[in-house]
C-alpha cells in the first residue's frame, strides 16, 4: 500500500521506517526542511537502536522518502497516519492541538479521492470527532474522508520493536470500511498473531491516556513506597522484586528513580488529571494529582538524599552528573529528571558538569547553563561527588578502582539503583542508593 506518515518526529520516523519495512511505500512529511533532507540523505536526526540502519535501507530502496509537500503526499497515498506533535497547552494541563488540526487543515484541500487518515498522535478524548467533522467541511472529497484513531504505545529506546512486534494494536473506527483499511496496513503484523483490538474512536483516545496515566502512576507508587523505605532503614529495590513477583502487579514499569520524565509521560498523566476533572471524576482526578505530586516532588527528594550523603548543601560543591537523557535509550531530554536535578543543585551554588553517552548536544539546547563532558573519565575529573541519573549500561559498567583515582571525593549517589553498590565500595567508595540502607 502507499501511506504517507505526517509528523516525523521521534513518533513519526520510526513509524515511517517500519511501515517500509513491513512492505509498504512510505512517504513521510514534516514542516522543516533541514530534517526533512537529513531523512532523505538517510541520516537519522535522532538516537534509537536500530533507526539509522533501517532508514538507511528503505530510502536507499525507494520504498521510503520524505517531503515538505502535503499535495504530493495527498496524491500518492490514500492512508495518511497523523504522527504530529500534542504538547501540553499553555495552560500547563491540556493537550495543545494545533499540530494536529494545523497539519488536517492544511492537507484538506488536497483530498480529492476517498481515503482514511490514521491518528496516532496522543489527544483528548473528542478530537477524532472534531476532526472528522473538520475535514467533512475542508476536504473535496467531504466525508469520504474517515479518521481512525490508532494510539501508538512504543517507548522510545525501543521504537522499531514496539512498532514491528507491538503488544496490541488498538483502534478506534467510525467504520467497517475503515476498519478493513486498517487491518490491511497491519496485515504482516496480524499475520504474526499480534492482537488488533477494534473500538469507537473515543474509547480509543481514553485507552491511550489511560495507560500513560497507569504508567505515571505505577512509578509515582513506587517512588512514594521508595521514601517510605528511606525512612525506615528499608530496601526498596528487594521489595519491588518480592511485589512484582505477584502478577496482578508485575514487576515491569516498577523501579524507583528520579521520577518519570520524557516527551509523553508527564504530559499525558497531566491532561488525563485534567479529562478527569473535566468529565466529573473527581475522585480519579485527585488519584492522578497525587502521583503528578510524588514526581514532582522528586528533584527534591533527590537533592535531600545527596546533601544527606554529603553531609552539607551542595553549594559549592563540585559534582559530576551522570546522565542527561530521561531515560537510557535516547538522546530525548523532554522533562529530563536527570537535567532537573543537575539544574536544581546549579541553582543551589553546585559547581555542576554533565556527562551522557549520546545526550550532550541535545541537553546543551536546553540548559546552557551546566558544564557538560563527552567523555566519561573526563567528567569526573576533580569531583567531590558523582549523581547517576540515568541507567546508561555505561555507567553500570564503569570501573570503580579506575575513577577512584580521578575524583576529588569517591562518594556517589546512585539514582536509579543501577550499581553493584559492593563492588563500588570495595574499590573505596561511598555509595548511596535510593530507598536504599545507607549501610547494608
Ligand atoms: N515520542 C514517543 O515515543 C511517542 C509519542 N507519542 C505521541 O506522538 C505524538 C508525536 O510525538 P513526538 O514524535 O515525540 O513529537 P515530536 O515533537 O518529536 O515530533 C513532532 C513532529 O511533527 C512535526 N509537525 C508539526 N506540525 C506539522 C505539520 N503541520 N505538518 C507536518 N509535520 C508537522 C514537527 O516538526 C515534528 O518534527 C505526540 O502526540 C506524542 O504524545 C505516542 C507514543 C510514543
Ligand atoms: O506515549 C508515549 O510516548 C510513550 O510513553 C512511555 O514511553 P517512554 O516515554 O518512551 O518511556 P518509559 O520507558 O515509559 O519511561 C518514562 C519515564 O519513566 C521512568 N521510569 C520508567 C519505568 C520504571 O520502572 N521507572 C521509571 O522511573 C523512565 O526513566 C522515564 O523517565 C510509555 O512507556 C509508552 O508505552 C508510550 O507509548
Known amino acids: 500500500m502507499r501511506v504517507s506518515v505526517i509528523g516525523c518526529g521521534h513518533l513519526g520516523i520510526p513509524h515511517a521506517a517500519a511501515m517500509a519495512e513491513i512492505g509498504h511505500e512510505v512517504i513521510g512529511v514534516d514542516l522543516d526542511q533541514a530534517k526533512i533532507d537529513r531523512l532523505n ?37 490514500n492512508v495518511h497516519f497523523l504522527a504530529v506533535g500534542t504538547p501540553i497547552d499553555a495552560d500547563g494541563r491540556s493537550y495543545d492541538t494545533g499540530q494536529v488540526f494545523g497539519a488536517a487543515r492544511a492537507l484538506a484541500p488536497h483530498l480529492t479521492r476517498p481515503c482514511v487518515i490514521i491518528g496516532k498522535s496522543t489527544v483528548t478524548v473528542g478530537t477524532t470527532r472534531d476532526l472528522a467533522t473538520l475535514l467533512a467541511r475542508l476536504a473535496p472529497a467531504g466525508t469520504d474522508v474517515e479518521v481512525v484513531w490508532n494510539p501508538e504505545f512504543l517507548r522510545e529506546g525501543h521504537a522499531i520493536e514496539d ?16 476498519e478493513d483499511v486498517v487491518r490491511e496496513v497491519y496485515a504482516p503484523l496480524l499475520h504474526n498473531q499480534i492482537p488488533l483490538f477494534v473500538t469507537d474512536p473515543a474509547t480509543a483516545e481514553l485507552i491511550k491516556g489511560a495507560a500513560n496515566a497507569y504508567l505515571g502512576m505505577k512509578i509515582s507508587f513506587i517512588n512514594g513506597v521508595a521514601d517510605m523505605c528511606a525512612a525506615a532503614d528499608a530496601d526498596v529495590h528487594q521489595l519491588t522484586e518480592a511485589i512484582g513477583l505477584d502478577p496482578r502487579i508485575g514487576r515491569g514499569g516498577l523501579n524507583a528513580g528520579p521520577g518519570y520524565g520524557g516527551g509523553c509521560l508527564p504530559k ?49 560543591a563540585r559534582v559530576t552528573v551522570w546522565g542527561a537523557s530521561f531515560k537510557a535509550g535516547t538522546d530525548d531530554v523532554r522533562e529530563s529528571p536527570a537535567l532537573a536535578i543537575a539544574a536544581l543543585m546549579h541553582q543551589r551554588g553546585a559547581i555542576v558538569t554533565v556527562h551522557d553517552p549520546h545526550a550532550v548536544p541535545t541537553a546543551l539546547v536546553r540548559h546552557p547553563e551546566l558544564d557538560y563532558a563527552e567523555d566519561l573519565e573526563e567528567s569526573v575529573k576533580g569531583a567531590e561527588l558523582i549523581v547517576l541519573a540515568t541507567e546508561w549500561p555505561q555507567f553500570r559498567d564503569a570501573d570503580p578502582k579506575a575513577l577512584f583515582a580521578l575524583v576529588e571525593q569517591p562518594v556517589l549517589v546512585d539514582l536509579r539503583n543501577l550499581l553493584n553498590a559492593d563492588t563500588w565500595r570495595t574499590a573505596g567508595w561511598t555509595v548511596r542508593q535510593l530507598g536504599r540502607p545507607a549501610q547494608p
Open 41 to 77: 540523505a538517510g541520516e537519522c536526526p535522532i538516537y534509537e537502536e536500530g533507526l539509522p540502519e533501517l532508514l538507511a535501507a528503505h530510502t536507499a530502496s525507494g520504498r521510503l522518502r520524505f517531503t515538505t509537500d502535503l499535495a504530493e503526499a495527498a496524491a500518492f497515498a
Open 268 to 316: 499525558d498523566v497531566r491532561a488525563f488529571t485534567a479529562s478527569a476533572q473535566s468529565l466529573g471524576a473527581l475522585d480519579a482526578a485527585a488519584l492522578l494529582r497525587a502521583a503528578e505530586q510524588v514526581n514532582e516532588s522528586r528533584p527534591a527528594a533527590a537533592l535531600t538524599l545527596i546533601e544527606q550523603t554529603i553531609g552539607r548543601p551542595v553549594a559549592g
Open 163 to 178: 512498532t514491528l512486534r507491538p503488544d496490541r494494536i488498538v483502534v478506534g473506527v467510525p467504520s467497517p470500511h475503515a
